[in-house]
């Protein structure tokens, strides 16, 4: 089954305590982002990657790294959390050289930084 | 901002009745999308309209673009409680590498 998957989907921590939200797509897709969803703001990209090895940022980059080593898997790493960072987030990926424009999305993750 | 916007930002409607959501948007695109997310969960796609397109079907869906006055429209028809969900568009903008997602219309069908 054609599928993104995002780990953990609940987690609680606390300010500074650094943490990686994972991601892994079988589509063989070259083109993977994350994005953040806050009430009211819609979705907000933070980082990109058109294929492995090349990311770039978003629109809210700040407090967030990511890395693309392998083709199928985009974890976001955050690496001093802060109580801002509070949000859902989610991870798409896409067939940019194909384009067919359609992102497929994992089910979110949920982060509360207390 | 380069996101796109949302009329209404919330939507209730009796089932069986059509829903029409609006969206607005500022700069040249290449495609715009819509999309689905029940409560809390991913996004789904629903369909794409070209920037050379004025209007596309999916089963109950309809949706138009008009890239005069940047704008887009999605009627959902015969509209179902399982339908409930937030709906959003996502622009395709020209020179750009992502999709720009709106606020979101939260539609509600009373069964």
């Known amino acids: 089954e054609a599928q993104v998957t995002q780990n953990p989907r609940y987690l609680i921590t606390v300010t500074g305590k650094k943490l990686t939200v994972t991601c892994s797509q079988n589509m063989n897709h070259e083109y993977m982002s994350w994005y953040r969803q806050d009430p009211g703001l819609g979705l907000r990209q933070i980082y990109y990657s058109m294929n492995v090895e090349v990311t770039d940022k978003g629109d809210v980059p700040e407090g967030y790294k990511v890395s693309r080593k392998e083709k199928r898997n985009f974890p976001l790493i955050l690496e001093s959390p802060s109580p801002n960072q509070t949000s859902l987030y989610f991870c798409a990926s896409s067939s940019w050289t194909a384009y067919t424009g359609e992102l497929f999305f994992g089910e979110g993750s949920r982060l509360t930084v207390l | 901002s380069q996101q796109g916007e949302e009329d209404p930002q919330a939507l209730s409607i009796q089932e069986g009745e059509n829903a029409t959501m609006n969206c607005s948007y500022k700069t040249s695109i290449n495609n715009l999308q819509w999309y689905r997310q029940n409560s809390g969960r991913g996004l789904v796609h629903l369909i794409l309209i070209r920037s050379n397109e004025r209007e596309k079907h999916s089963g109950r869906l309809r949706v138009t673009l008009d890239t005069s006055k940047k704008s887009s429209s999605l009627l959902i028809t015969a509209s179902r409680a399982a339908d409930t969900a937030s709906y959003f568009c996502?622009?395709?903008?020209?020179?750009?590498?992502?999709?720009?997602f709106g606020t979101g219309t939260r539609l509600t069908v009373i069964p």
């Open positions: 996502a622009t395709d903008q020209t020179g750009a590498n992502n999709l720009f």
